[in-house]
């Protein structure tokens, strides 16, 4: 089965830390550029970061210098270390599998989300 699984999210204190992963089943994930992306109640799916299959890295502003991505081609897993966060985080994450650069486009792979509540 062709998949992406995301697991990690969960409740957490501002100021907190979560690492989120997602595994791929049924394909490997050399030849694909890896994303996670988020999805607030009301508000539309933004790209929070993403890696190409080079190592190139982007994030949204507003986490850059907070959340760090990377992934382990050997392990078919991408990760999302989340740090310092604040409630304004506090969305479903999913993650995403695309041939493309193009970040904003809503093709590709995508896995079931996984919700992360930032709050006190």
């Known amino acids: 089965q062709v998949q992406l699984v995301e697991s990690g999210g969960g409740l957490v204190q501002p100021g907190g830390s979560l690492k989120l992963s997602c595994v791929a089943s049924?394909?490997?994930?050399?030849?694909?550029?890896m994303g996670w992306y988020r999805q607030a109640p009301a508000n539309q799916r933004e790209l929070v970061a993403g890696?190409?299959?080079?190592?190139?890295?982007v994030y949204a502003d507003s986490v850059k210098g907070r959340f760090t991505i990377s992934r382990d081609n050997a392990k078919k897993t991408t990760y999302l270390q989340m740090n310092i966060l604040k409630p304004e985080d506090t969305a479903i994450y999913s993650c995403?599998?695309?041939?493309?650069?193009?970040?904003?486009?809503?093709?590709?792979?995508w896995g079931q989300g996984t919700q992360v509540t930032v709050s006190s």
């Open positions: 995403n599998a695309r041939i493309t650069t193009t970040w904003s486009g809503p093709w590709g792979l």
């Open positions: 890696v190409t299959t080079n190592g190139t890295t």
């Open positions: 049924g394909f490997a994930i050399t030849t694909y550029h």
